[in-house]
């Protein structure tokens, strides 16, 4: 059995990390970039994600197969308690339940921050996309119409939700990702961690 691991990712995984990023940007309608980003730009978004919200990498054998992270869904006060998700697994490995993995451990690390309201913007179509949130109890909330244009065509973005904590009174204020327990980070990534690939 290939030895696999969940972990926060840091700046030395930047170019790994991009290594996998850099085709959904040049051949897909997945990412809306157009152009390749250099890698300290990279490194500079890495950093700042993770000032506030989880980055994961998923290792097999050490090589990165897939990562997952939360960003700032919107800059007001208001919505902070809300975050989007994103999830890029390497072109060999999908289909394997990295994408799975990754998203479990990294609700889950949202909740023990604080996080009420996840997001996620998808291209559609894209079938696999959709169903894998679906499977994760996201709604579809509406979609934009053609409000991106990428290779020739204006494409439309489907806005997905999960409610991951219950609306009741006012919140507690976020706790950073990196101010979470140490051994609670450890105990959620571990749970997660094995796939017989």
Same mark, same amino acid.
């Given at each position: 059995?290939?030895?696999?691991?969940?972990?926060?990712?840091?700046?030395?995984?930047?170019?790994?990390?991009?290594?996998?990023?850099?085709?959904?940007?040049?051949?897909?309608?997945?990412?809306?970039?157009?152009?390749?980003?250099?890698?300290?730009?990279?490194?500079?978004?890495?950093?700042?994600?993770?000032?506030?919200?989880?980055?994961?990498?998923?290792?097999?054998?050490?090589?990165?197969?897939?990562?997952?992270?939360?960003?700032?869904?919107?800059?007001?006060?208001?919505?902070?308690?809300?975050?989007?998700?994103? +999830?890029?697994? =390497?072109?060999?490995?999908?289909? @394997? &339940?990295?994408?799975?993995? *990754?998203?479990? %451990?990294?609700?889950?690390?949202?909740?023990?921050?604080?996080?009420?309201?996840?997001?996620?913007?998808?291209?559609?179509?894209?079938?696999?996309?959709?169903?894998?949130?679906?499977?994760?109890?996201?709604?579809?909330?509406?979609?934009?119409?053609?409000?991106?244009?990428?290779?020739?065509?204006?494409?439309?973005?489907? +806005?997905?939700? =999960?409610?991951?904590?219950?609306? @009741? &009174?006012?919140?507690?204020? *976020?706790?950073? %990702?990196?101010?979470?327990?140490?051994?609670?980070?450890?105990?959620?990534?571990?749970?997660?961690?094995?796939?017989?690939?």
């Amino acid at each position: 059995m290939k030895k696999t691991e969940i972990r926060i990712a840091d700046l030395e995984d930047a170019k790994e990390i991009y290594g996998i990023y850099e085709p959904y940007i040049l051949n897909t309608v997945v990412s809306f970039e157009y152009d390749k980003v250099p890698l300290e730009v990279f490194k500079e978004r890495i950093q700042k994600i993770t000032g506030k919200y989880p980055w994961l990498v998923y290792t097999v054998e050490g090589e990165i197969a897939g990562y997952a992270y939360c960003s700032l869904h919107r800059e007001r006060a208001a919505y902070a308690w809300d975050c989007e998700c994103s +999830v890029y697994i =390497k072109d060999t490995y999908h289909k @394997k &339940g990295i994408g799975t993995a *990754l998203y479990k %451990a990294l609700f889950e690390l949202a909740e023990a921050q604080g996080v009420y309201n996840i997001y996620s913007l998808i291209c559609v179509p894209n079938e696999g996309s959709v169903a894998l949130h679906k499977k994760f109890g996201f709604n579809e909330l509406g979609t934009y119409s053609r409000t991106a244009y990428k290779f020739g065509e204006w494409r439309d973005l489907l +806005v997905m939700e =999960k409610r991951l904590r219950e609306l @009741k &009174g006012a919140p507690d204020k *976020l706790i950073p %990702a990196a101010e979470l327990s140490s051994d609670l980070v450890k105990e959620i990534l571990k749970k997660y961690e094995k796939i017989e690939l």
